[in-house]
């Protein structure tokens, strides 16, 4: 109960700065682990209200992410702006952009944080540049840089579900690729109007185990002498099966210069 004469004091933060701050996240329950750094996380917005408008910005380093084992992000800078408005706790983004490795995608959706923190955001992009987006990939195919690859992505990712201690969102990416090319240095071979398209899913049970990459259609020439088409899947991260269909023509000469097939 209030004293006679007492004054409570009710503070009206409108803006929350964070800077130049180091984390560690250890996650034994999913088997995470993540570094990182913040620099200049700006949030604006009247915090004390029920529903206010709230505006944030900033980057974020992050060194090294990984699960299970498999290392998905290393030395990766993240950008990000977003404008939302907030009611009882659900955060509807107005506007939203996301910088990956100067990567631009957009950012639309919702996410709540009342018992449960759940998320339905939607990332975008369209015509980034195949190189820089493949080498933003687990550290297991960054040899892929020294095909010297080309070429124009699009791109649509959807997170939905419950993120917490010992759950992870689904996540499914659905992809194409036009005119592309790469170039083996050590044969002097290209291999050009690579056309794809396909998704990505981290399957039921949100891990390593149950994701997989469907590549529904594809097609490649190389030189006049070699033209291919298919289809390629491949399940389960840890232990892979691979599924593939190929038709057309090829030169063997040729593609044995890239492809060692024993006997």
Request: proline share 2%.
């Amino acid at each position: 109960k209030k004293k006679p004469g007492h004054r409570t004091a009710a503070i009206a933060l409108d803006m929350l700065k964070i800077s130049k701050i180091s984390w560690n996240l250890i996650n034994l329950s999913k088997d995470i682990q993540a570094s990182g750094y913040m620099n200049d996380i700006l949030l604006k917005g009247r915090f004390a209200n029920t529903d206010y408008t709230l505006s944030t910005s900033g980057s974020i380093l992050i060194n090294d992410f990984s699960r299970e084992n498999i290392h998905y992000v290393e030395n990766t800078s993240v950008d990000l702006k977003l404008n939302m408005e907030v009611h009882d706790s659900t955060y509807k983004i107005n506007k939203g952009e996301l910088s990956l490795n100067s990567m631009d995608f957009s950012v639309k959706g919702s996410f709540s944080n009342r018992q449960k923190t759940i998320l339905a955001l939607d990332l975008g992009a369209a015509g980034l540049d195949i190189k820089s987006f493949l080498v933003s990939f687990p550290l297991e195919i960054k040899s892929i840089e020294q095909l010297n690859p080309s070429g124009k992505i699009d791109i649509l990712v959807r997170i939905s579900g419950e993120i917490s201690r010992i759950r992870i969102p689904d996540i499914r990416a659905a992809f194409k690729l036009i005119d592309g090319e790469i170039y083996f240095a050590r044969t002097g071979m290209t291999i050009e109007g690579i056309n794809l398209k396909g998704s990505y899913s981290n399957g039921i049970m949100h891990t390593a185990l149950s994701s997989s990459i469907n590549i529904s259609e594809y097609s490649l020439v190389s030189d006049r002498t070699t033209s291919l088409k298919g289809s390629f899947y491949i399940e389960n991260f840890k232990y892979p099966i691979l599924k593939a269909d190929i038709s057309g023509k090829a030169d063997a000469h040729k593609l044995a210069k890239i492809i060692t097939i024993p006997g």
